[in-house]
């Protein structure tokens, strides 16, 4: 039998009428819980689309962060790897709320993301809003871990600003 289990989670931009301004962090669940905030603080110059190296790194950090988290069973450590803007916007408990459909799978997962490089299903890309998009999955098993992460740029870091994962 095929299982699926999916988590979305997606920090979604929203225009302000005096500028931009981030907020609305969304993600899809059993119980849907949602919160939002803003900031207005951007930087004026688009940041430089990541080399190869850079965007196995981000993927493999953030994937090794999650898969840490899952097998811990606490969040607190990959929260704090999160943007300020989308730690404004959640907290641990929630995004440990928001993962645990993943949790029975931790070792799995970690299995997988520390055997080897992702897989990129999609060139890296860098929205008008300056968030950069990484795309694509881990082999667990007979299966794939299909991941899309979204990242901002502060203080001339990546940082992780939303998540979207599908074990299919």
């Known amino acids: ?16 009428l005096c500028g931009a301004s981030y907020g609305a962090l969304h993600w ?3 119980r849907q819980p949602q919160a939002t ?5 951007r930087q004026s110059s ?20 999650f898969a840490r988290a899952l097998v811990q069973k606490d969040f607190t450590n990959f929260y704090g790897t999160f ?10 408990a ?3 709320e928001a993962f645990n459909s993943f949790l029975p799978f931790g070792r799995e997962v970690q299995k997988s993301v520390t055997s ?4 990129l299903n999609a060139p890296p890309s860098i929205g008008e809003k300056n968030i950069l998009t990484l795309q694509g999955y881990y082999r667990i ?27 299919k």
């Open 46 to 65: 688009s940041p430089a689309v990541p080399d190869r190296d850079e965007e196995i790194a981000l993927i493999s950090g953030t994937m090794k962060d």
């Open 83 to 92: 943007s300020s803007v989308w730690q404004k916007q959640t907290t641990p």
């Open 28 to 30: 899809r669940g059993s």
């Open 141 to 167: 098993e007979a299966t794939k871990m299909l991941f899309s992460l979204q990242y901002i740029d502060e203080n001339s870091s990546w940082k992780l600003l939303g998540m979207n994962l599908e074990v």
């Open 1 to 16: 039998m095929k299982r699926t289990w999916q988590i979305v989670i997606v920090a979604a931009l929203i225009i302000g």
């Open 116 to 119: 080897g490089e992702p897989f």
């Open 37 to 41: 905030g803003s900031t207005s603080s």
């Open 94 to 96: 929630a995004v440990t």
